[in-house]
């Protein structure tokens, strides 16, 4: 054993950075809220030790149970889409066309924005005067009050989210894209495989790593959607578009901060079930 | 509920104090935490109305003047603000020893940084907050009380007498004080005047006026049968809803701030006429995801609304075409007058290093003179009594076609009501909010929605 | 050019309509940010009248430069660290082997899953006491702005990926000429990894120029504001100042998309040469 951490030192020395910057400023605070989750707490009188009262609460909680609820929407559907649509524009802007400098960009630009001026500009789209409903128009199609029916404010919101994250989607699944040698290809065709063979037996094993970690990242992310429902809806109408940290966050500004941490503790255990899960069985044994 | 102090008494008290003070040392150096009435009372002496250091006994004889760095935390906007630069350079030359570090803060994140800072020991030494915030604030501690600070003066005069009844009871906790309001927000019937003569219709003066009012006045502009233009914008979250609530005559909760009884009789006749209102067509369901009201009024989509002083401003300048076209009338009530009372108050964090200094800071800034840059400079109401009758807000005002607006705002804070300060205020404000949407937007029925709100913010009491 | 005809003018009109999709909303927030307040909502596609007065308030009201300033340096130097540190532990993780690796790494994950708002107070905290204990550093400081997003695992994840597909035979026959990791490192991963390092760069400094609320809550004074928070400032409180808050954003997504535009065949080519295949 000695002698592995012998043999590993360069390793340790190389993370030893890395190490120090992710335990003093993450596992450090994500510890204390661990603490804090077990606890009644809020933030400046000395926290009370209720063990897992607040993580019971929740879940007993119909109103918090629907922000779940929500969130897994968000997610399921952010997912199903964010990534087609990353692959298939990566694989439209792979083609040589003119102008793919500007396309490219044109695709990225999105990302390049922050999340909150995106969301202001699209509550904007959403309005009933807005730019959204007068397309529609044109086209001889009735508007709709978007962000104020139960039933379309969360597919709104989620619509306004891909538009805004597919872009790293398709810069990332791009240049896996052009790291597939073309040999490969060359090869199926020469055993006679169509365009949608080859897309199955070498595109889509050659971008597996590349999916694996979209996937990983972008359940991550989603989880977690907040700063576009604060912006857009403000969890409304009704609990329609309430997500989980939204609830987290209102509860922090509540100084409710035991039943915050708490949410987040579900959250990372939720998480880390998932991202465990897609590493062990979708991930390439080393 | 009304508790006054008794002005003859504390009058009475003070002068002893101010005797037996004079000339005596003053209180330890950092002492602020603990200050008795002793502080108060030898502090800024000055005559209420006057800008000029104090006429009687020199401001720093009996106050600590070492000096101090004052942190004020702002979120009113950089160019709106009341706390002007030379209202700052005048309170510094009044107070030399002080120095004020005036931060601009943004409303919408201001209370996530305010709990980290106060939290952590790190707060400023005066807060401007959102009286929806107090609630939680001061049931948790963390605010200061300004009575015990003050011994219930301000500027050498009882703070009740220089408040309507109402935001005094807006600013006591418990047997504290734990803001001096600094602007109001109360609501009134804004409404597109011009169009009412045209169409011949009378000010409403009660609901049924004012959905038949809401009748004659909404068009169909494009012939599809449905109304769609002058419309009266209902707004969908709790504080238009206690308003109608107040003014039949219902509770948001009991006395004890245990249970939820705005699913009264009341309250379901309150959200039943509101939902009337969009049931006739002639209201239009306007969410706080839909932004301001100006844009709609400037398309003439909605021509009568509820709210409150500050949207005289956003007329002023989002709607400046229609200017003369617009009056403000008392809210039509069915029971009696109400509104929700809410606005701005300085508060002094518990935490705070320089409670001395953060008073002056707040009873410079409610001093007549500085209360009426909160109408002037920032466009809001003033809360102070004395700041709403001067000459600058008693002028007529032409946008409003001539009207003296700010009476009718004063007579609206007069029977306005703050929330419920219990600590779960803030969730079940949220509860009610997300409940009224069911019944607004059709979805059920007005007693369905406010029992299961009802349901659901007694569980948030009961915590 | 071997696509037949109709295939191309598809391909085009797809990637026209989809670009279209994706400028659209800017074409707005760039118009407006020309328009005075009357005309936000005219629903004129073209400001009328057109005004510069949006962006004169955003400079001149605001301390622009010193915002800007700080970004640049806090931007900077969080892709600076990263691209060298985050490279660093990511080749370890690919490539070394220690005891403890993977679970490291599994830890190291974790730190993704917790919304940071949960962090804040905690995190605060530390800061309040480092400045205590050193001045320089701490709450209201370029350390305590730079050093929570110094090495951060998504990089270092992205990385990983990255470096999985430097073939193992050239790293093994640099060792048994007798390089040091460090050799190694420095003159067969870094200039390999180049391309993903310039992709890491990227990503990076958008989250970094983009950050609000940590710089939001660890900053209090005026001089170490960044751009985000300071541009929130031209918020009033109830109502949105429309064509300034455009103008900010206007203002604030400029520099990226004057470097990407340069930069980004180097950063698309750079993604192909480190490519994501291969490894788990």
């Not at chain 2, 959102?130 to 003066?153: F, Y």
């Amino acid at each position: 054993m000695v002698r592995r951490i012998r043999a590993g030192l360069p390793g340790y020395v190389l993370v030893a950075p890395a190490v120090v910057v992710t335990v003093v400023f993450f596992l450090v605070p994500m510890a204390v809220s661990g603490y804090w989750s077990l606890t009644d707490y809020n933030g400046i009188k000395p926290p009370v030790f209720v063990g897992l009262d607040n993580y019971a609460a929740l879940l007993g909680d119909p109103r918090f149970l629907r922000t779940v609820q929500n969130t897994v929407f968000f997610v399921v559907m952010g997912m199903a889409i964010g990534p087609l649509l990353g692959l298939g524009s990566a694989i439209l802007l792979n083609e040589s066309v003119h102008l793919r400098a500007f396309f490219r960009t044109a695709f990225f630009l999105p990302t390049m924005v922050a999340l909150v001026a995106v969301a202001t500009v699209w509550k904007m789209l959403y309005q009933d005067q807005g730019l959204i409903n007068d397309l529609l128009g044109l086209f001889g199609l009735p508007g709709h009050a978007w962000l104020n029916d139960p039933t379309t404010a969360l597919p709104a919101v989620v619509v306004t989210s891909i538009w805004q994250g597919f872009g790293f989607e398709t810069v990332v699944f791009l240049a896996a894209l052009q790291a597939i040698p073309r040999e490969t290809y060359d090869a199926a065709k020469v055993d006679g495989a169509g365009a949608w063979a080859q897309f199955r037996h070498v595109t889509l094993p050659g971008l597996r790593a590349t999916i694996l970690f979209i996937y990983i990242i972008g359940i991550i992310g989603s989880f977690q959607a907040f700063d576009q429902i604060f912006v857009m809806t403000q969890g409304r109408p009704g609990l329609s578009t309430r997500t989980v940290v939204y609830e987290l966050v209102d509860e922090f500004q509540r100084l409710d901060i035991g039943s915050a941490s708490a949410i987040a503790y579900m959250l990372l255990i939720v998480l880390a079930v998932l991202s465990f899960v897609q590493l062990r069985f979708f991930g390439e044994r080393d | 509920m009304i508790r006054r102090m008794r002005p003859i008494a504390v009058l009475v008290a003070t002068t002893i104090l101010l005797a037996g003070c004079s000339g005596s040392a003053s209180p330890a150096p950092s002492s602020a935490a603990s200050a008795g009435p002793s502080v108060a009372a030898s502090a800024v002496p000055s005559v209420e109305g006057s800008a000029a250091p104090a006429e009687s006994a020199d401001p720093s004889a009996s106050l600590d003047t070492t000096p101090v760095t004052l942190t004020v935390w702002d979120y009113y906007g950089m160019e709106v603000t009341p706390f002007t630069e030379a209202a700052i350079a005048a309170f510094q030359q009044e107070y030399p020893w002080i120095t004020v570090d005036r931060q601009d803060l943004d409303w919408d994140t201001f209370l996530d940084k305010f709990n980290v800072a106060v939290s952590s020991g790190q707060g400023p030494d005066v807060a401007t907050l959102d009286m929806t915030w107090i609630p939680t604030l001061a049931s948790n501690d963390v605010l200061l009380d300004l009575k015990a600070l003050s011994g219930g003066m301000l500027n050498g005069t009882p703070i009740t007498d220089q408040y309507a009844p109402g935001p005094v009871e807006a600013m006591t906790y418990g047997d504290a004080y734990v803001t001096m309001m600094n602007d109001f927000d109360a609501y009134a019937l804004y409404y597109r005047s011009d169009l009412f003569e045209q169409k011949g219709i009378p000010v409403p003066t009660t609901w049924d006026e004012l959905r038949s009012a809401a009748k004659k006045l909404a068009e169909d502009s494009n012939g599809d049968g449905k109304l769609d233009k002058y419309l009266y914008a209902v707004r969908p979250n709790t504080f238009h809803f206690s308003q109608v609530l107040f003014q039949n005559g219902g509770e948001l909760l009991n006395p004890e701030g245990t249970k939820a009884t705005f699913n009264s009789d009341a309250g379901v006749g309150a959200l039943d006429y509101q939902v009337g209102l969009i049931q006739d067509g002639s209201g239009l369901y306007w969410s706080d995801a839909d932004g301001d009201l100006p844009p709609a009024l400037v398309d003439g989509r909605v021509a009568m609304f509820s709210d409150g002083p500050y949207y005289m401003g956003l007329l002023r300048s989002g709607v400046p075409d229609q200017s003369g076209k617009w009056k403000i009338a008392t809210a039509p009530y069915s029971k009696q007058p109400g509104s929700y009372l809410g606005g701005t108050g300085l508060s002094i964090p518990a935490s705070a290093a320089h409670q001395e200094a953060a008073w002056l800071f707040v009873q410079y800034f409610l001093r007549p003179e500085q209360q009426v840059l909160v109408y002037t400079v920032t466009g809001a109401a003033p809360a102070t009594t004395a700041a709403l009758e001067s000459p600058e807000l008693t002028q007529p005002d032409p946008y409003f076609g001539g009207q003296a607006p700010f009476k009718v705002f004063l007579d609206t804070m007069a029977t306005a009501t703050h929330f419920p300060y219990v600590a779960a205020w803030s969730e079940v404000d949220t509860i009610i909010s997300e409940n009224l949407d069911a019944a607004l937007l059709g979805k059920t029925d007005s007693r369905a929605a406010l029992d299961e709100a009802a349901v659901a913010s007694d569980a948030a009491l009961a915590k | 050019m071997r696509a037949s005809v109709p295939r191309r003018i598809g391909l085009y009109a797809t990637l026209i309509v989809a670009a279209l999709v994706m400028i659209v909303p800017f074409y707005w927030t760039l118009s407006t940010s020309f328009k005075l307040p009357g005309d936000v909502f005219s629903g004129n596609l073209i400001p009328n009248p057109f005004t510069l007065e949006n962006y004169q308030d955003v400079f001149r009201r605001l301390p622009f430069a010193t915002y800007f300033l700080n970004s640049v340096i806090v931007s900077a130097s969080i892709v600076g660290l990263n691209v060298v540190f985050g490279t660093a532990a990511a080749y370890a993780f690919a490539k070394l082997r220690f005891p403890g690796r993977d679970l490291l790494f599994f830890v190291f994950l974790l730190t993704l899953m917790v919304p940071f708002q949960v962090n804040l107070i905690p995190l605060y905290r530390i800061m309040v006491e480092l400045h205590k204990a050193i001045p320089a550093i701490g709450v209201d400081t370029y350390f305590g702005l730079i050093a929570p997003g110094a090495i951060q695992v998504f990089g270092i994840f992205l990385m990983r990926q990255f470096l999985r597909s430097i073939p193992d035979e050239i790293l093994e026959s640099a060792r048994m000429d007798g390089a040091s990791e460090w050799r190694i490192l420095r003159s067969i991963v870094f200039p390999l990894a180049a391309p993903g390092m310039a992709t890491l760069a990227i990503f990076t400094f958008i989250g970094a120029w983009n950050d609000f609320l940590w710089p939001l809550i660890v900053t209090n004074s005026d001089e170490m504001r960044t751009l985000p928070v300071g541009l929130a400032l031209l918020a009033r409180r109830n109502t949105v100042v429309w064509g300034q808050t455009m103008a900010g954003t206007v203002v604030a997504v400029a520099p990226m998309v004057v470097i990407f535009l340069v930069l980004q065949r180097r950063f698309i080519e750079g993604l192909t040469a480190g490519s994501v295949k291969g490894g788990g």
